[in-house]
């Protein structure tokens, strides 16, 4: 039978925004001594603008947004809302055989023109010469090639949450000794984003499979591996890890129907308010 206690514990989880799916997470969310974490939609707020736009190899800049922006405008991934957003409502051109590539990029036909939109990875992977100019460093960037032509780059940004650091703060306070953050997104940004947040370690340019193989990796018994994530991709690794957590605001299905524990307002600081909550109820009950 469960203590009457752990009904309280996740009573109050609940009145929280934090929804357990039953009293064992209360326990394994006391036990958790690392964290694995998804950056977009997670600890940043998933939300893209363009910044920059620089043609390459005598491309035009309104040409290289519009092809951008046709690719993306059946995909769902933040990163396309931004470029097609940014076009301000002008008609985009039709692509055949479209296909996304998950933590990749897009590839696509618009007119007879074979296009590419993605990370540097993907242009890499069908063969693209790289052009890099240093927008690397600074932006989460989208590379276009026409006809395996490098024809420029898309730099784009996504902002801390709020409370992202406050709460890497909290969960160091609460016992959890390792905070790691995974990102399909390049290192270099990735890196920016750990040093401002004080987290231990931060893997960049992963894809879904890898950052799956990171958390099997770290999976012992002498540990509480928790993972938290908001997007599609990250429902098998919600469901690997001993605590899997989603982000449930703007999270999927996917990742809510997986997860053990659901926050629902997409605060990062929800989670060690959990694990609070989880240790006051272990007193109680015990
Ligand atoms: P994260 O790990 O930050 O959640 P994803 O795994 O969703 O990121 O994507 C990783 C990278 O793959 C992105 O930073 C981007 O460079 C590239 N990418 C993925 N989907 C798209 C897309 N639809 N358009 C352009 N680039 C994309
Ligand atoms: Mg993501």
């Given at each position: 039978?469960?203590?009457l206690?752990?009904?309280?514990?996740?009573?109050?989880?609940?009145?929280?925004?934090?929804?357990?799916?039953?009293?064992?997470?209360?326990?394994?969310?006391?036990?958790?001594?690392?964290?694995?974490?998804?950056?977009?939609?997670?600890?940043?707020?998933?939300t893209?603008?363009?910044?920059?736009?620089?043609?390459l190899?005598?491309?035009?800049?309104?040409?290289?947004?519009?092809?951008?922006?046709?690719?993306?405008?059946?995909?769902?991934?933040?990163i396309?809302?931004?470029?097609?957003?940014?076009?301000?409502?002008?008609?985009?051109?039709?692509?055949?055989?479209?296909?996304?590539?998950?933590?990749?990029?897009?590839?696509?036909?618009?007119?007879?023109?074979?296009?590419?939109?993605?990370?540097?990875?993907?242009?890499?992977?069908?063969?693209?010469?790289?052009?890099?100019?240093?927008?690397?460093?600074?932006?989460?960037?989208?590379?276009?090639?026409?006809?395996?032509?490098?024809?420029?780059?898309?730099?784009?940004a996504?902002?801390?949450?709020?409370?992202?650091?406050?709460?890497?703060e909290?969960?160091?306070?609460?016992g959890?000794?390792?905070?790691?953050?995974l990102?399909?997104?390049?290192?270099?940004?990735?890196?920016?984003?750990?040093?401002?947040?004080?987290?231990?370690?931060?893997?960049?340019?992963?894809?879904?499979?890898?950052?799956?193989?990171?958390?099997?990796?770290?999976?012992?018994?002498?540990?509480?591996?928790?993972?938290?994530?908001?997007?599609?991709?990250?429902?098998?690794?919600?469901t690997?890890?001993?605590?899997?957590?989603?982000?449930?605001?703007?999270?999927?299905d996917?990742?809510?129907?997986?997860?053990?524990?659901?926050?629902?307002?997409?605060?990062?600081?929800k989670?060690?308010?959990?694990?609070?909550?989880?240790?006051?109820?272990?007193?109680v009950?015990?």
């Amino acid at each position: 039978s469960i203590p009457l206690g752990y009904f309280g514990g996740i009573g109050a989880a609940s009145q929280n925004g934090i929804l357990l799916k039953g009293s064992d997470f209360l326990d394994q969310l006391r036990k958790m001594n690392m964290l694995f974490m998804d950056k977009t939609g997670t600890l940043t707020e998933g939300t893209f603008e363009v910044q920059e736009v620089h043609p390459l190899n005598g491309f035009d800049r309104e040409e290289l947004l519009l092809l951008a922006a046709s690719l993306e405008q059946h995909s769902t991934h933040p990163i396309a809302k931004a470029i097609v957003d940014y076009t301000n409502g002008q008609p985009l051109q039709s692509v055949q055989r479209q296909q996304e590539s998950a933590g990749r990029g897009l590839e696509g036909e618009i007119g007879s023109r074979s296009i590419l939109v993605g990370n540097r990875d993907w242009l890499a992977d069908h063969g693209v010469q790289y052009r890099g100019n240093g927008l690397d460093e600074t932006y989460t960037c989208v590379h276009v090639a026409v006809e395996g032509v490098h024809a420029g780059i898309i730099g784009i940004a996504d902002r801390i949450k709020e409370d992202s650091k406050k709460a890497i703060e909290d969960l160091r306070g609460l016992g959890i000794s390792e905070l790691i953050m995974l990102s399909g997104d390049n290192q270099e940004v990735v890196d920016a984003i750990a040093r401002k947040l004080g987290l231990d370690k931060a893997y960049g340019n992963l894809l879904p499979d890898e950052k799956y193989r990171q958390v099997e990796e770290a999976l012992q018994p002498d540990r509480t591996v928790g993972f938290i994530g908001d997007g599609v991709n990250d429902a098998p690794v919600i469901t690997l890890a001993d605590v899997g957590i989603a982000m449930g605001g703007i999270g999927s299905d996917a990742t809510v129907e997986t997860a053990d524990v659901v926050i629902q307002t997409d605060q990062p600081s929800k989670i060690p308010l959990a694990i609070d909550i989880a240790q006051f109820t272990h007193r109680v009950v015990w």
